[in-house]
């Protein structure tokens, strides 16, 4: 059936950021059909018989797109406090990822999507970088499904680290293969990505058969680069040349890979970013917590490359919320920069949306309210608790600056209300919570027997 929302203040970051402050939607079988005025939607959609909803005082906006989490790590919140990367992934992160098993995937899967869904998240990319025994990715696209959210599914891999996760190329890509053969289909909801876990996990041998696999079978490809200065450590150790170089060598570099963080970025790999187009996620609330630093957005963004945002894992953020991404992503650039205009709402709103659809390939499908895309849209609902009313400003500024999760009503996936009047409709909110407690207990107790 047809389906029309009718006067809801609606911004489309469509390309000439139109908002329509009395506007409708129409949409059926999760696709838009028609966007613009009121009135004139309610004409068509009273013509062919469309469910109408009255979204007085409300703001409509594409559903948020996270480019970079990890959504097992919901059972780790807290797990390594304090810590810098290189001390938190070995004694907290590395752990982890050896006592993982399907049923804390489950639970932590199923709470991570909760918390994205309840942000305004409606595409994932979720890098899923340990696999210490078989099947875990179709547990996590399984969960996703059920719940009906959209997933890029990064499926990681490395060759150095603990035994117990190291895996070789036929394995790998054997699972590659299996997950697309299961999950994907032509505009269906489900992409499956390459996930390489950083320069410093992979040797040069698996790099390469990355970018072999990669380019045979136009899979794209994600991968922690540049977080710190260990890309460059490891790298002049290793083969004693920069780690940007031994990279381009490996022709490794390109528009298909998805660089997560990027913040230790000097003028060389910025040059060779623009050169080969690679797309970034930025992960500002990670990056803080972990004192990396703050990836130089400006910068990137000035080279006309193309910069998503990610939250990165609830082990090196505490929570999975794009809202609170947002603000502290524009708040850090201007810190930085000490310059207001360093990061605007309407780009920190864009850069959540289509800037994040463009980096997971998915602009044409996702990323902006337009005839023809997704019915994948949340409305915001100005009048919440802790929400700053009036919205005296602009509505990215509302959204950005002055939201909370209270304040996301109703979060619409393919034309699927998976969250309706601040309610839960793809899952058992209170039973999936619980089921998370017992797994994080199980899963600690399981990293020391």
């Given amino acids: 059936m047809k389906t029309a929302y009718l006067h809801v203040h609606i911004v489309t970051v469509d390309a000439d950021d139109r908002e329509f402050p009395d506007g409708g939607l129409l949409y059926e079988d999760g696709r838009i059909l028609a966007v613009g005025e009121s009135a004139d939607i309610e004409t068509l959609a009273q013509a062919q018989g469309a469910d ?16 970079h ?6 059972l780790t919140k807290g797990l390594g406090s304090d810590l810098s990367l290189e001390e938190w992934f070995p004694t907290a992160m590395a752990p982890v990822g050896a006592a993982l098993r399907p ?35 179709r547990v996590e696209l399984d969960i996703a499904a059920q719940m009906g959210v959209r997933m890029v599914y990064g499926r990681g891999y490395r060759d150095i680290g603990r035994r117990e996760v190291i895996e070789g190329p036929d394995q790998i890509f054997a699972d590659v293969e299996d997950l697309k053969s299961r999950y994907e289909v032509p505009g269906g909801m489900v992409t499956v990505w390459l996930a390489p876990a950083a320069s410093w996990g992979v040797t040069e041998d698996l790099l390469r058969e990355t970018r072999r696999y990669a380019d045979a079978t136009h899979t794209p490809i994600m991968m922690h680069l540049f977080e710190t200065g260990s890309d460059e450590s490891g790298s002049q ?20 890979l998805l660089a997560v963080h990027s913040v230790a ?31 130089p957005i400006r910068a990137l963004k000035d080279r006309g490359l193309t910069v998503g945002l990610g939250t990165d894992g609830a082990g090196s953020n505490n929570n999975n919320n794009m809202l609170e991404a947002m603000k502290s992503g524009a708040l850090l650039q201007k810190v930085i920069a000490r310059d207001p205009q360093a990061m605007t709402a309407q780009e920190m709103l864009r850069m959540a949306t289509i800037d994040g659809a463009r980096a997971l390939g998915l602009a044409d499908t996702i990323g902006s309210i337009e005839p023809g895309k997704a019915a994948d849209f949340f409305l915001f609902d100005p009048m919440a608790s802790a929400v700053a009313c009036p919205v005296c400003g602009s509505a990215a500024a509302a959204l950005v600056y002055a939201s909370d999760c209270r304040a996301v009503d109703t979060v619409v996936i393919a034309g699927r209300a998976v969250l ?17 407690a017992d797994m994080a207990a199980d899963l600690m107790a399981a990293m020391h027997p």
Wanted: charged share 25%.
């Fill in 265 to 295: 970025l000097g003028e060389k790999e910025l040059e060779r970013y623009e050169a080969n187009q690679v797309m970034v996620s930025y992960d500002p609330v990670s990056n803080m917590y972990l004192a990396s630093g703050a990836a």
């Fill in 420 to 436: 309706e009047g601040g309610v839960l409709t793809c899952g058992d909110e209170k039973a999936i919570l619980r089921r998370a």
């Fill in 52 to 67: 109408c909803r009255d979204g007085q005082g409300k703001f409509l906006f594409p559903g948020l797109v996270n480019t």
């Fill in 103 to 137: 049923r804390h995937m489950e639970a932590g899967v199923a709470l991570g999507l909760v918390e994205a869904i309840r942000s305004g998240v409606t595409t994932v990319a979720d890098y899923m970088q340990h696999q210490p025994v078989p099947g875990l990715g």
């Fill in 237 to 256: 150790k290793r083969f004693g040349k920069p780690a940007i170089q031994w990279l381009e060598e490996n022709r490794f570099l390109g528009p298909d």
């Fill in 69 to 74: 989490t990890h959504l097992y790590q919901e």
